[in-house]
């Protein structure tokens, strides 16, 4: 599967951003999705994931109450609306698939997924 993530930009302290990932699957369904990020200088980080059927999602502490995660099986996409955006939440976001139609518990590893975006620039200033 091929993902594309679209919707970063500069934005400022407090802010609300929208982010996509759209991929090329005839079963998208049975992908598990996540969103992970790397600020400069520091090791990627897990954001946020959702289950294949979207059932089951999980955040970041640093994240929770403020992102939220959701994907559109029509549209073959996956999404990421950010909230109440901090200069800390600066850093390249990418999604992430892995293939995993049989579970209900969401994925929090970057090891769990095999296939990743380009990335997408999300600057927070404040």
């Known amino acids: 599967v091929q993902l594309q993530a679209s919707g970063g930009g500069l934005v400022l302290t407090g802010d609300s951003l929208r982010l996509s990932c759209a991929a090329s699957t005839r079963t998208f369904t049975s992908y598990a999705l996540a969103w992970f990020r790397q600020a400069p200088g520091k090791e990627r980080a897990f954001v946020a994931a959702?289950?294949?059927?979207?059932?089951?999602?999980g955040y970041a502490d640093s994240v929770n109450g403020r992102f939220a995660i959701s994907r559109d099986n029509a549209k073959n996409t996956v999404y990421l609306q950010m909230s109440s955006l901090k200069p800390e939440d600066t850093a390249i976001y990418y999604c992430?698939?892995?293939?995993?139609?049989?579970?209900?518990?969401?994925?929090?590893?970057?090891?769990?997924?095999?296939?990743w975006g380009q990335g997408t620039q999300v600057t927070v200033s404040s």
């Open positions: 992430a698939a892995s293939y995993r139609p049989g579970i209900n518990w969401y994925l929090a590893k970057g090891s769990d997924y095999g296939e």
């Open positions: 959702i289950t294949a059927r979207g059932r089951n999602t």
